[in-house]
């Protein structure tokens, strides 16, 4: 599952590169960055509560 999520989340990043997705703050091709910093901050906010004992 950990190396799925990562190849999920770069093929979304490619269609959205393609064709963008239309989610809400998705409308242009350059923002597809925003798949990303979501990501890194998702992980983040996963290793604060795992180091924090949640």
Known sequence: MT???PLM???IMALHI???L???GL???GDF???AAGAILA???LVLLG???Y
């Open 3 to 5: 190396k799925i999520l």
């Open 33 to 35: 960055w925003k798949i």
């Open 27 to 29: 409308k242009k091709r």
């Open 43 to 45: 992980m983040f906010a």
């Open 9 to 11: 989340l770069i093929l």
């Open 22 to 24: 239309g989610w809400p």
């Open 18 to 20: 393609i064709k963008p």
């Open 51 to 53: 180091h924090a004992g």
